[in-house]
């Protein structure tokens, strides 16, 4: 029964990975960016929860009524104002420059918040759980993976089913086309990172009301996502919940063997993928 | 007409090298033991970032996670020592053997990833590593180990000589590491390697396996990064999962000393590091702010001047200290 | 003659070191049909290019209505009115057929084409809009491309390559709704191999030779000697 508990909790932690993982992939997706910096955005949504709800007196979840918009502003200021001027054939002046971020909001919220852990408090929220079939799940996790397949059956619809969809995708396929079709780059670029952060503080806030954060944390976030992409397929969101449900459980199951085992076995689960199937487990496009 | 490496500026280049080079190598009878530290230190991080700059700046391969072959170098040292009962010298050897032989089947997994994928790949192996020393009872676990004084002992007699040797074989890293550089550089793979970060496409055309020359620098890479681990916890006498395989120290720092020198080129690092311990040395105490610092400057010097401190040095110059680029003299002047 | 549309004077056009285009002079009218001939690398599709803004160069070699627009971004030259097929079609490989032609259409500026209209041009498109662009044959591909770009209602669109690699077939059923696309508050540029062909349909035409405009004039008047002679500047 400990093992089929393992296995569902580390289902609904992956809808948590998956949540990580889709910013990653929409910017991947769209302009062939990797964001070093993922994590740490993820990391300072959190700490944007933190203050916001204690300024405001607010729950976390209403929190977000701020942070997410916060976010998405802020990440289409920073794909606008920086990100965009890296980006030429060159991998190396994006990754680098992300990088860069990657370290000042690490070292930014080193400065303003200190070193110590945080978390956010969400009451009753925190301790909830259902029982069923002699299992008990929190309400928190099942919320998240809830929140998860929405968010992510929503980018599908946006993707596959909306005029914005359609210039992502004609902009991902031909940046020189799309322009003559009156799409302005450097707007759409704007766009899509300020989708993936307003996913990223969803992320972010779902991840401080579940476990203590610090500012150091953001370069493990990044590898989970990163990792549940890879496993998912590139450029496949539904791939991706898939990924980062596999790497949860892993997590889950790794933990149970050995406590010092749990995100190892995560790890070792991706690399394994990457030995037998390097386009990943449901890959779509080309990377 | 002749097609030659070397100008007049590589030569004297190559003759102040020569007494720089017997200069610092005299270091323990002039120099302070402080002194000698910071050198060593220097020293270290010198290879470290002519190394990244072999493979992000000449094999394209960017990676943020050479603190798995730092670490690696680290605890293989510690191992060695420790529980095998070698002596520090016989141990360094095996030390850059091992590095390189696990880098082979590390780099068959994460050449699968392309370009910016490829980085975080780098990582989630240094993860990996660093999890796994965590393991290690023998050395630890997570709180890590200390190094013996019977088997620091091995080394020299005498802390005055100990101090001396730990010296000794960061210098002498240092130079093997810019040896090593400028031979790959100027071999057939550093042909190769020109060739790829010019045009991947054009390069295979031409019948270059980029797959192998991108392995073979890896591995060379891995077994000296892996060498210098081993000699940085050698000058800690301490090592722990946290600090040997840590992002900050080994690769942020060093991406950064290679981006503000220059990157793709050989000077580059030199000049990273050498204004990289100034910066430290006077803003030390401003802590996070100095990182803060080195991150944002990075950042300006990616986006304004790519090619770095020495770019802009060598744009209003036309100045290498290396003898790499080829030109062609005598050439007889047109009627 | 109306007051041209589009006005090129004195463009010249750099790829590196290399100069693709000398001192270019051109004029478009409204409504009329222009054809750019030349062999191959004599500047055709680096001409069109600069004037649909993907290579931005200098601001007054390139003239909209009077207004300056060389050096403009694409997708603002785009709004203006100008649409170019590229060559090669370029569709957007993972939008389905009707998805390229409705991005087309994206910018809404008003005129008569809309869904309806392409696929009452070319019903087989509408046989096809649920498929990826590489389901269709090359001739379908290009009528596609050419359905994108008047889905923007241009006041000019500019046609690279109109028949390259198409079959006998396909070419002939393109030229057949030309003549019906262009009027009507819409000119065209097109630029053809087949210079016989692209000399029926047009009022006048460019010839350019190795970067220049080696000859101009109407296309009804001139001989096939001179073209030849401008064409391979023998």
């Known amino acids: 029964m400990e093992w089929v508990n393992a296995v569902v909790q580390g289902t609904l932690l992956g809808g948590l990975y998956a949540l990580f993982a889709a910013g990653l992939s929409l910017i991947f997706g769209v302009m062939r960016l990797v964001n070093i910096a993922h994590g740490d955005l993820i990391v300072l949504a959190a700490y944007l929860a933190l203050s916001t709800a204690a300024g405001l007196g607010l729950h976390p979840l209403a929190a977000l009524t701020v942070v997410v918009p916060a976010m998405a502003a802020a990440g289409y200021a920073l794909q606008r104002g920086l990100i965009n001027r890296t980006m030429g054939g060159d991998i190396l002046p994006p990754l680098l420059v992300t990088f860069g971020l990657s370290v000042i909001i690490q070292n930014g919220l080193l400065m303003g918040y200190t070193a110590d852990p945080q978390k956010l408090q969400a009451g009753t929220l925190e301790t909830a759980s259902l029982s069923a079939l002699g299992l008990t799940v929190g309400v928190l996790p099942l919320l998240t993976f809830a929140l998860a397949v929405a968010v992510i059956g929503a ?49 972010g806030v779902l991840l401080g009301i579940r476990t203590a ?31 980062g449900v596999i790497l949860g459980v892993a997590q889950a199951v790794g933990g149970q063997i050995h406590p010092g085992f749990q995100i190892l076995a995560g790890h070792l689960v991706f690399l394994a993928v990457l030995a037998v199937r390097p386009r990943g487990l449901f890959p779509k496009m080309e990377g | 007409m002749d097609v030659t490496r070397a100008s007049r500026l590589t030569r004297a280049a190559a003759v102040a090298g020569l007494v720089l080079l017997v200069a610092l190598a005299a270091a323990p009878w002039w120099a302070g033991r402080a002194d000698m530290r910071l050198l060593g230190e220097i020293f270290l991080y010198m290879a470290l970032a002519t190394l990244w700059n072999l493979l992000a700046g000449y094999a394209g391969l960017v990676s943020v996670g050479q603190q798995a072959y730092v670490g690696l170098g680290g605890y293989l040292l510690f191992a060695l020592t420790m529980l095998a009962g070698l002596p520090v010298l016989a141990a360094l050897p095996v030390v850059l053997i091992a590095g390189a032989v696990v880098a082979v089947p590390v780099a068959a997994l994460i050449f699968r990833l392309r370009g910016a994928y490829f980085a975080i790949g780098t990582w989630v192996i240094a993860e990996v590593f660093r999890l ?204 | 003659m109306p007051e041209a549309l589009l006005a090129i004077d004195g463009l010249d056009v750099f790829h590196g070191d290399f100069q693709a285009l000398y001192g270019i002079a051109a004029e478009v009218a409204p409504g009329e049909m222009v054809a750019v001939i030349g062999a191959n690398g004599a500047g055709k599709t680096t001409l069109l290019r600069a004037v649909a803004g993907l290579l931005g160069r200098r601001a007054a070699a390139i003239r909209w209505k009077g207004r300056p627009i060389g050096g403009m971004r694409a997708d603002r030259v785009a709004a203006l009115g100008i649409a170019l097929v590229p060559e090669g079609r370029l569709l957007f490989p993972s939008l389905s057929i009707e998805e390229n032609l409705l991005i087309g259409g994206r910018m809404g500026r008003r005129g008569p084409w809309d869904l309806a209209a392409v696929y009452r041009l070319f019903p087989i498109l509408r046989e096809r809009r649920g498929f990826a662009p590489a389901q269709l044959s090359g001739g ?95």
């Open chain 3, 140 to 234: 379908q591909q290009q009528m596609a491309a050419i359905g994108r770009a008047l889905m923007a209602n241009p006041e000019l669109i500019l046609i690279d390559e109109i028949s390259l690699g198409l079959a006998p077939v396909a070419i002939r059923q393109l030229y057949e709704v030309l003549p019906g696309i262009v009027g009507e508050g819409m000119a065209a540029v097109i630029v053809e191999q087949d210079t016989t062909r692209a000399l029926a349909v047009t009022r006048r035409f460019y010839c350019l030779q190795e970067g220049r405009v080696a000859l101009a004039g109407a296309s009804g008047s001139v001989t096939r000697e001179a073209i030849g002679r401008a064409y391979f500047g023998v």
């Open chain 1, 155 to 203: 980018l599908q619809w946006m993707f596959y089913r909306t005029a914005l969809g359609r210039a992502f995708r004609a902009t991902s396929d031909r940046q020189d086309v799309a322009q003559l079709m009156g799409l302005n780059r450097a707007h759409v670029f704007g766009l899509a990172m300020a989708l993936s952060l307003a996913v990223t503080a969803l992320a």
């Open chain 1, 213 to 243: 954060f610090d500012p150091a944390g953001g370069g493990a976030r990044l590898i989970f996502g990163f990792e549940a992409v890879i496993i998912g397929g590139l450029g496949n969101l539904w791939g991706t919940l898939a990924g």
């Open chain 2, 132 to 335: 796994t020393a965590a393991q290690l009872s023998a050395l630890g676990g997570g709180s890590g180990a200390s190094l013996p004084p019977a088997v620091v002992r091995t080394l020299a007699e005498g802390r005055d000589l100990r101090e001396a040797m730990a010296y000794w074989l960061a210098f002498g890293l240092l130079v093997l590491v810019l040896a090593a550089a400028v031979a790959i550089l100027r071999s057939r793979h550093g042909l190769a390697l020109t060739a790829i970060r010019d045009n991947e496409l054009a390069a295979r055309s031409l019948g270059i396996d980029i797959w192998r020359t991108k392995l073979f620098v890896y591995v060379a890479v891995g077994g000296l990064t892996a060498l210098a681990g081993a000699l940085i916890f050698l000058q800690k006498l301490r090592i722990s999962p946290d600090a040997a395989f840590a992002v900050n120290d080994w690769t942020a720092f060093v991406i950064f000393i290679v981006v503000i020198g220059g990157i793709g080129t050989l000077e580059g690092p030199i000049i990273g590091t050498l204004v990289f311990f100034a910066l430290r040395e006077t803003m030390a105490d401003l802590g996070t702010i100095y990182l803060i610092a080195l991150g944002a400057v990075a950042i300006v010097v990616m986006l304004r001047a790519p090619d770095g401190l020495w770019g802009l040095i060598r744009a209003r110059t036309g100045a290498e200290l290396f003898p790499l680029s080829r030109r062609v003299t005598g050439i007889p002047p047109r009627p």
